[in-house]
């Protein structure tokens, strides 16, 4: 029993690797490699963190919290707040930026290279109408999520992209350059990587995910809070560890193409030339089975989730509904192209992503202040006005005295981090204010 449990904590696992690793995971550590040069490694420290690390702290946060979904746990700050923030990290990690991306870098990645110069539009127009297509069919089974991913596509995935990273170190592409500016040193390169680890959007997907996760878990017999988390942990620990390691090497690669092909606009095309170079024309091939499999499982993951929860919203709409509903809208903005959907996510990510650090982290630390609203609400109410002036100010709209307040007064704020400095404050105050308010008076 304990073997075939084992067995299914395996399965569980990498069926979580296959939800998180999809198009951000491939193309942003490879784009990160080439900027870091020499600072790789640093870079890929920072970028571990954010990738890696918070992805599992999500899910055991979750696991911990005892919460049965995402809306729970944010309402912990307060209930508007609980489904203001749900709402939008679903149509985030949903259709409005990350399940389109699966299906332009599929195409940019596993397309585009086979074809000519000419017109590609009605190409790409079918491809994308496929690959959503198969999206909703394998979305609107998801009991069947596990057996389908967790044993089929997540090995084949993880063999693909082993022969790729084999490879490159049997024939070399070259070696590290010179960093660019925002890598030039060893710590620019630590912040750099931690705030491009945002882009993979995988901290804000592991609060969705854990759901999927938890639900397996309890399936399997585990009914405490303790035993939840204990196996959540072993799963998680087994998806994120295939992502750190995958992460390490795909920005290796980069970090070795530029002395082939110099540096690329994105990293889409340093992984279609590498795969070029060290493959030819069979590398070009196992590279489009990679991104194909990789994108595909986390599209049928996103839209599984969001439609999971857009149906407990809003009941009078089916759940089968909802999934054809999110595949529609997911390939009319996948039509945008790669290169829309990726700047307009950025400044969405840098107010969302301090939200969830600091939603996790206060998770962790509910005991430690008897989970009184008033800490939540705090922390995150000071950590919510930074957040919307990074959103703001990565969008560049001139804010004026704010902007030159936050820019020369806010420790780290530069480097997209002046919301350490506003989550302390609040967390002090609301500690403060559970001292002097009594839990009879307010929360």
């Keep these: 029993m304990s073997e075939k449990k084992g067995n299914r904590t395996i399965a569980i696992g990498l069926m979580l690797f296959a939800l998180f690793f999809g198009a951000g995971n491939l193309i942003f550590p490879a784009s990160m490699g080439q900027n870091a040069g020499e600072n790789v490694w640093w870079a890929v420290l920072g970028f571990v963190v954010t990738g890696v690390g918070l992805p599992l702290a999500g899910v055991l946060a979750m696991g911990y919290s005892g ?17 203001f923030f749900t709402v939008i990290s679903y149509l985030t990690i949903g259709p409005c930026f990350a399940t389109p991306r699966t299906g332009s870098v599929s195409y940019e990645i596993a397309i585009r290279p086979f074809l000519g110069d000419g017109n590609t539009d009605m190409i790409m127009t079918v491809f994308l109408v496929v690959f959503f297509a198969i999206s909703y069919w394998l979305s609107a089974s998801p009991q069947k999520l596990v057996d389908r991913i967790g044993k089929i596509l997540t090995p084949a995935l993880l063999v693909v992209i082993l022969l790729l990273i084999i490879k490159s170190f049997i024939t070399p ?30 901290a804000i997907a592991s609060l969705v995910f854990a759901i999927l996760v938890i639900e397996f878990v309890m399936e399997d017999g585990a009914e405490t809070p303790e035993a939840v988390t204990k196996e959540v942990f072993r799963a998680g620990l087994i998806a994120v560890g295939c992502l750190a390691f995958v992460y390490i090497f795909i920005a290796k690669i980069g970090a070795d193409s530029v ?22 024309n069979v590398g070009a091939i196992i590279l489009a089975a990679i991104v194909l499999l990789a994108c595909l499982s986390t599209s049928i993951g996103l839209i599984t989730s969001c439609a999971t929860y857009f149906h407990s919203l809003i009941g009078g709409v089916g759940y089968k509904s909802w999934v054809a509903i999110f595949s529609v809208f997911s390939f009319g903005v996948a039509m945008f192209g790669l290169k829309t959907i990726i700047v307009a996510a950025i400044p969405v990510l840098m107010f969302i992503y301090p939200l969830v650090v600091v939603l996790v982290i206060l998770t962790f630390l509910d005991k430690l202040f008897g989970g009184r609203q008033c800490v939540y609400a705090w922390t995150i109410g000071l950590t919510m006005i930074t957040a919307l002036v990074n959103g703001t100010q990565t969008a560049k709209i001139p804010l004026g005295s704010v902007d030159t307040f936050f820019n020369t007064m806010v420790p780290f704020h530069l480097i997209g981090m002046g919301w350490l400095s506003f989550a302390i404050v609040g967390f002090v105050i609301g500690l403060i204010w559970k001292a002097v308010v009594k839990p009879s008076d307010a929360k």
């Design 67 to 83: 919460c049965k979904n995402l809306q729970e746990l944010a309402s912990r700050v307060h209930p508007v707040y609980g489904l």
């Design 173 to 202: 592409l070259g070696t590290p350059e010179a960093a660019t500016a925002a890598y030039a040193t060893s710590t620019m390169a630590v912040v750099q990587g931690f705030l491009d680890g945002y882009n993979t959007m995988d």
């Design 259 to 280: 002395m082939a092909f110099g540096i690329q606009e994105t990293g889409a095309p340093v992984l279609s030339k590498s795969a070029m170079i060290l493959f030819g």
